[in-house]
Antibody
Framework: QVQLVQSGAEMRRPGASVKVSCRTSGYIFITYNIAWLRQAPGQGLEWMGLISPYKGKTTFPQRLQGRITLTTDTSTSTVYMELRSLKSDDTAFYYC???????????WGQGTLVTVSS | SYVLTQPPSVSVASGKTARITCGGNNIGSKSVHWYQQKTGQVPLLLISYDRDRPSGIPERFSGSNSENTATLTISRVEAGDEADYFCQVWDTSSALVFGTGTRLTVL
């Protein structure tokens, strides 16, 4: 069955960087995009970016341009999300989710809590 | 950027029908997807492409989309349906947009 397994919780100081992984299985890796979302405590869902493992093409919201990088490792069917220059309001659960272009997010990782605190 | 507006909360008695709306400019021209998120859990795809139910989703959940409003309808509401519900679309610049979310309370 389709599975997306994310790396464990992280704690960082303001100004640092964090890299979260999302290891996929149960389907052909390059045939689906991977989206990254986050959810601050008690808040809604926020889209952070999208990567196509087939071509490596990425799309990001304007507000995160320059602070986020998405990469893939096709040998392990893993996607990585790196967020730099962390601030306290980056504290959130971060999710990866599988997506066909224009379609829904049909499978989700379990979430990774990133805490940014001095 | 494209904005999706949902009511912050909807309350319904057990066994009745709940309707959760998702408003957006000409949203009827887009495909709307709905997610359910119970407390402490990962969001779950509930409805795709306006009205399609993924395998395992009960028939009590249905969707519609027309003009400026998409609607998620939950028939015969159960206590276990208490959750946050989010609508989602892709806008014309290939950005993923979520609604503000609606908390469903079952009375």
């Amino acid at each position: 069955q389709v599975q997306l397994v994310q790396s464990g919780a992280e704690m960082r100081r303001p100004g640092a960087s964090v890299k979260v992984s999302c290891r996929t299985s149960g389907y052909i890796f390059i045939t689906y995009n991977i989206a990254w979302l986050r959810q601050a405590p008690g808040q809604g869902l926020e889209w952070m970016g999208l990567i196509s493992p087939y071509k490596g093409k990425t799309t990001f919201p304007q507000r995160l341009q320059g602070r986020i990088t998405l990469t893939t490792d096709t040998s392990t069917s893993t996607v990585y999300m790196e967020l730099r220059s962390l601030k306290s309001d980056d504290t959130a659960f971060y999710y990866c989710a599988r997506n066909l272009a224009g379609g829904p997010l049909d499978s989700w990782g379990q979430g990774t809590l990133v805490t940014v605190s001095s | 950027s494209y904005v999706l507006t949902q009511p912050p909360s909807v309350s319904v008695a057990s066994g009745k029908t709940a309707r959760i709306t998702c408003g957006g400019n000409n949203i009827g021209s887009k495909s709307v997807h709905w997610y359910q998120q119970k407390t402490g859990q990962v969001p779950l795809l509930l409805i795709s492409y306006d009205r399609d139910r993924p395998s395992g989703i009960p028939e009590r959940f249905s969707g519609s989309n027309s003009e400026n409003t998409a609607t998620l309808t939950i028939s015969r509401v159960e206590a276990g349906d208490e959750a946050d519900y989010f609508c989602q679309v892709w806008d014309t610049s290939s950005a993923l947009v979520f609604g503000t979310g609606t908390r469903l309370t079952v009375l």
